[in-house]
């Protein structure tokens, strides 16, 4: 059974960081392809950032290059998202999902859409207050 579990959201302030972790399971890691989205009210989610676990390519929104920064570690099967200089427009409920490789990309051109993920996490609040 594949299993995604996000955690690390809460409350931080303007300025300040978070680091969000996306736990694993039931599938190869280290040939996947996770993405981290994230959903603001009534709205549909949105592509932050992506990793292959096999390459180590990375991909990030334009909201969000060179503020946060995804990372995997392939023995805890656990994929992060470094999130620094949050900002309050970044509070939304954060969910990490497998996508298929040639997807992965998109998350670069804000393209990526939520049909391009299989399997996704129950996600974790973040709030940043200014």
């Known amino acids: 059974e594949v299993q995604l ?45 992506g990793i292959s676990n096999s390459d180590g ?4 929104a334009s909201s969000v290059k ?6 995997s570690d392939n023995a805890k099967n656990t994929v992060y998202l470094q999130m620094n200089s949050l900002k309050p427009e970044d509070t939304a409920v954060y969910f990490c999902g497998t996508v298929a490789r040639a997807d992965l990309r998109l998350v670069g ?17 973040v709030a940043v207050s200014s």
């Open 5 to 49: 579990v996000e955690s690390g959201g809460g409350l931080v302030q303007a300025g300040g960081s978070l680091r969000l972790s996306c736990a694993a399971s039931g599938f190869t890691f280290d040939d996947s392809a996770i993405a981290w989205f994230r959903q603001f009210p009534g709205k549909a989610r949105e592509g932050v950032s």
């Open 109 to 125: 051109y804000d393209a990526i859409k939520e049909h391009s993920v299989e399997y996704w996490g129950q996600g974790t609040q």
């Open 57 to 60: 390519s990375t991909y990030y």
């Open 66 to 71: 060179g503020r946060f920064t995804i990372s």
